[in-house]
């Protein structure tokens, strides 16, 4: 896909962060039959916490969210909207952040849990696995480590 979407920052009472939820319920939840409501993070709603979207015709087609804390960025509901998968729109939501960190000396690693198919797609970004499989939403998961290049 060519690049006419835009990749933007999003606060939490724009409009476009009830599109997140709806595709973090969509993409994420309804698939592993987890209940509306689930959508919701803990982490939202923090200082510490940012989300990043994908814009196209004024529609969120994907988001992934941060939460920075004791020199690491935590990375977590991570999605591309289904029509719109397998065309480097994940790719670039994680490029932005990683360009965005890249001199930020406070910031040592980056880090998400990635679900054990998706583990591919952080690894050609630069992250790494640490440790042992785990189960989280009642699938496996990695813990996957990104090394911040400052
Ligand atoms: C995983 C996801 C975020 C990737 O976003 P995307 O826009 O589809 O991925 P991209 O097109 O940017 O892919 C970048 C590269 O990773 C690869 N890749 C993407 N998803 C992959 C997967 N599930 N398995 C293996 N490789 C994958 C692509 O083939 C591409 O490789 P290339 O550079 O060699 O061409 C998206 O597919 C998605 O939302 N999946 C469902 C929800 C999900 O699992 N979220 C992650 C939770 S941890």
């Not at 969210?65 to 065309?87: A, R």
Request: glycine content about 6%; some cysteine; charged content about 35%.
């Amino acid at each position: 896909m060519e690049k006419d979407y835009d990749l933007k920052w999003i606060c939490e009472d724009e409009e476009y962060f009830k599109q997140i939820l709806e595709l973090r319920y969509q993409i994420l939840r309804k698939p592993i039959n987890m209940k509306r409501g689930t959508e919701n993070n803990l982490l939202d709603g923090k200082k510490e916490t940012k989300h990043l979207a994908a814009i196209f015709e004024g529609n969120v087609i994907g988001c992934v969210s941060i939460y920075e804390s004791n020199q690491t960025l935590k990375i977590f509901q991570m999605l591309v909207d289904i029509d719109f998968q397998k065309k480097g729109i994940g790719r670039n939501l994680i490029k932005k952040i990683q360009d965005e960190f890249k001199d930020k000396k406070s910031i040592k690693t980056i880090y998400c849990h990635a679900r054990a198919p998706v583990v591919p797609f952080y690894e050609k970004l630069g992250f790494k696995k640490e440790g042992d499989m785990f189960f989280e939403v009642g699938i496996e998961h990695y813990k996957m480590i990104y090394q911040n290049q400052n």
